[in-house]
């Protein structure tokens, strides 16, 4: 069964004469083990596709479903839940609380999420393995971009979600670190079967996909 | 508590101003409540310790101790008991060689009767005959001593303070406790004025005499001079400042939470569900809130300490915890204000592109 499926989805804001319609029929599925590459430009749908897929807004036609559970029969709270348990974000901007240090950030996925987080070793060596193992009580504000956006990454990945929406990862990255970030993505899919979306006009994390889909006047199309 | 706490922690200066503002806020609302009933106290002080419930006056006295005169074929009439004392008074200058002059008040009473009986004495005795008088402590705040031979207005000649007293004011000024004959004397009226009123501790007492009119305790205190002016003076600058420190938190904490907007869209975004939010975000402004009040207790205390003795600040505990309870709510309703946004934060507004 796919990890997530957004099938026949449309997306349509404003009415009447002012209506943009920003997604149309999109049918897309993301597997366990699979890091799936949303390419497009700028204002070509890829967000509104990610927050559709990751339950934070409705779409106005059409159906996503998370492993079994279809998210339009889910209420807010439910949906939250879901995305607390099962869906890890990856955002481009405003990725951390500014007044939590590091290991703050994790502190305080523990305080609403007491289980099924990354261990204190596994933490540690995800980390470690970012870069960023030197820097657990630093605020973000004392952090290059770079690593703010690692933090964020390992943020994403320590609630230990089974999917992961990534929102343009890659985006302060030079390209030493893409190529970190991107073989990370694709290890915790194969190694940790989790079903990895990312949403990117960084071309360069093509190597680390393993299915490619074109966004483009919100109609997605395979690469 | 932890997202409030790391917060506060993390910016210090922001609330500490906020803060601030509480203690301010707090320390001004403190010391006017403390005021206001040090002042309404110094006008009734007196007719607490006595110890009534009634007050018969003359009908024609408007309902004023001072002004009123009761004759003694009115009060022969009155059929006293145990539960009644004559009482007189008269405003008075009080001089001594060597100290201020004080405006008093000067309280004549029968020696026997229960006002005399229950006057508390702090040092020295009651008096024992007519040139002897019991004082408030605030004379021995101005210098007079036991045995000062003090003279009353200019023409009364002088009484020997024998005693003092403590919380002995009324209306304001300190009281001089006497004998009756003594306040003929300075209310320059013959024998056949008995008094200018009669007290009762009996809740009862209800005298049907012609020309005597009979009042609550409570009816007496809000006809004294000035005091219902000066109350509801207080009141309602202590009302306005409530109301007007309601808005002002109010408002910081609105443009707080505004300024937190963005954060609150990412922790929505990641699932973190919005009762988290909301409860710390009405528990950091509880915690301001209470931290400013226990500051601005703190400073208030101090500034009893360094006031003057005379300064008439008193505080009672109903009204204090009245003033606390205010200013809690008014942060509570603070912080519920914003509560409303962080509920409609709209997570879709941190994915861009």
Known sequence: MPALTLSHVTKQFGHATNQVTVLEDINFSATAGEVSLVLGPSGSGKSTFLTIAGGIQTPTTGQVQVQDQSLGQLTTKARDALRLNKIGFILQAYNLVPYLTVQDQFSLVDRVKPQGNLSAADLSALLDQLGIGQLTQQFPAELSG????????????????????????????????????????????????????????????????????????GQMTVA | MFLALREIRHEKLRYGLIVGMVVLVSYLVFVLSGLAYGLAQQNTQAISSWGTSKIALNSDANESLSQSLLTTATT???????????????????????????SAQFVGLQAHQFVARNLKVTSGQRPAT????????????????????????????????????????????????????????????????????????????????????????????????????????????????????????????????????????????????????????????MLLVVSGLVIGALLTAATVLALPAGVPMSFNLPLLAGVTVGILLTGVIGALIPVRLILRVDPVSVIGG
């Open chain 2, 130 to 285: 007519a040139r002897q008088i019991l004082v408030d402590d605030s004379f021995h705040d101005n210098g007079y001593r036991l045995g000062d031979r003090v003279q009353l207005n200019a023409t009364a000649g002088k009484y020997t303070i024998v005693g003092f007293t403590h919380n002995a004011k009324l209306s304001v000024a300190p009281v001089i406790y006497g004998s009756l004959g003594t306040w003929r004397t300075l209310s320059h009226v013959t024998a056949n004025f008995k008094a200018s009123g009669v007290v009762s501790n009996d809740a009862h007492f209800a005298p049907k005499t012609a020309g005597v009119q009979t009042l609550t305790r409570q009816q007496f205190i809000n006809k004294l001079p000035g005091y219902s002016a000066q109350n509801t003076t207080f009141t309602f600058m202590i009302a306005f400042l409530m109301v007007i420190a309601m808005v002002v938190i109010a408002v910081f904490l609105y443009i707080l939470t505004m300024q937190k907007l963005p954060n609150y869209a990412v922790l929505r975004a990641q699932g973190i569900p919005a009762s988290v939010l909301v409860k710390t975000t009405i528990s950091q402004a």
């Open chain 1, 146 to 217: 770079g690593q703010t956006q690692r933090v964020a990454i390992a943020r994403a990945l320590y609630q230990n979600p089974d999917i992961i929406l990534a929102d343009e990862p890659t985006a302060a990255l030079d390209s030493a670190r893409v190529a970190v970030v991107g073989q990370l993505l694709h290890d915790l899919a194969k190694q940790h079967h989790k079903a990895i979306v990312v949403v990117t006009h960084d071309l360069r994390l093509r190597d680390f996909a393993d299915r490619i889909y074109q966004i483009m006047d």
């Open chain 2, 76 to 102: 022969d009439k009155l059929a006293l008991s145990d539960h009644e004392a004559y009482i007189g008074q008269a405003g008075v200058v009080a001089k001594a060689a060597g100290q201020p002059k004080l």
